[in-house]
């Protein structure tokens, strides 16, 4: 990694550049315990004063409100794919929607932000490696493949280490990978978004403007639950729900031609209608799609007249006629 992508990164997670310290707890010897007869609710007074103090400062953050959302400078419009459980071929289904935006309409420009700090796998699957150049303005400059801009964490870190963040560093991640980024200008910044409806869903939601969310199932029912609860998450924070997308439909064999709802059947399209949502399409479970993205070519960049390719670019049109009217 680059020294001026490492301390990037390191600002980011708010650690002080040139510490290799770990953080511990003090050491107790003996002897340096309380006081023989100290009052024996002293820890106890410590507590309730400590539980006070943080209550009275929940109160003053809650009393400010949500954050205002403040809009990506150079980004026209910002399209989410969330799926609530991991494992259903959401950044699969992300990158092949980013490059078939950039597909059906070559006029327009697309960047692709992933968002998942503990497990990118954007870098992997755009076929991209090294570190982001740093601008005199002090951003971060994407890397490109196939027309898409990208940034992930996985252009800042090692491939095999580990992240072991806490919330509040999670967070202020995403908010740089987010701004302090020289995005360009952009008609679509597609945000493949972790697992879960946790922090950084919220610190999206809540800061940026977000045009539309898309959200990926499998038709299983434990992934379906997860679905709804992403659903669900984008209504609370006032994310408008484009639709739901059901990968990894039916497994057509490659010999006989006969089709098996590995997954089960029509799963995703029952909780749209429970939902009252739109079914923005079905994606057939293919070793087509598991193969190109894994030798970073996605598969509507290179079987773009294959029905996966088709699939996919058909769910981008859905997607695109229900978001609203981009600014000018």
């Not at 820890?43 to 954050?67: F, T, V, W």
């Not at 969330?82 to 078939?100: D, F, P, Q, R, Y």
């Not at 002090?138 to 940034?151: D, F, S, V």
């Not at 996605?298 to 997607?319: F, G, N, R």
């Amino acid at each position: 990694m680059g020294a001026l992508a490492w301390r990037w990164a390191l600002r980011a997670a708010r650690f002080p550049v040139g510490s290799g310290r770990a953080l511990t707890a003090p050491a107790r010897h003996p002897g340096c315990g309380p006081a023989a007869g100290a009052a024996p609710f002293a820890d106890s007074a410590s507590s309730s004063s400590r539980d006070e103090a943080l209550r009275d400062k929940r109160a003053q953050i809650l009393s400010r409100g949500l954050p205002k959302q403040k809009p990506i400078e150079g980004v026209k419009q910002v399209v989410v794919l969330a799926s609530g459980k991991g494992g259903v071929g959401k950044s699969t289904t992300a990158v092949n929607i980013a490059l078939a935006l950039a597909a059906n309409d070559s006029t327009k420009e697309v960047g692709l932000l992933d968002a998942d700090i503990y497990g990118p796998s954007i870098p992997k699957m755009m076929n991209l490696k090294g570190n982001p150049e740093v601008t005199p303005k002090n951003l971060m400059r994407p890397l490109k493949n196939y027309g898409i801009a990208c940034m992930s964490m996985g252009f800042l870190i090692e491939e095999t280490a580990p992240v072991v963040w806490r919330g509040l560093m999670v967070m202020s991640a995403v908010e740089k990978l987010l701004r302090q980024v020289d995005w360009g200008q952009l008609d679509y910044l597609v945000i493949d978004m972790p697992p879960g409806t946790g922090d950084v869903q919220l610190s999206v939601s809540q800061n940026v403007p977000i045009a539309g969310a898309v959200i990926i199932s499998t038709p299983q029912d434990v992934a379906l639950l997860d679905a709804r609860k992403g659903a669900e998450m984008f209504r609370k924070v006032h994310v408008p729900v484009l639709g739901l997308v059901q990968n990894m439909s039916v497994f057509q064999c490659p010999k006989c031609k006969h089709e098996t709802h590995i997954f089960g059947a029509d799963g995703v399209r029952n909780l749209a209608k429970t939902l009252g949502l739109d079914i923005l399409g079905d994606i057939p479970l293919h070793v087509n799609i598991r193969e190109t993205c894994d030798s970073g070519q996605p598969v509507v960049i290179s079987q773009p007249e294959s029905d996966a390719a088709k699939a996919y670019l058909k769910i981008t049109m859905e997607i695109v006629r229900r978001l609203p009217v981009p600014p000018a």
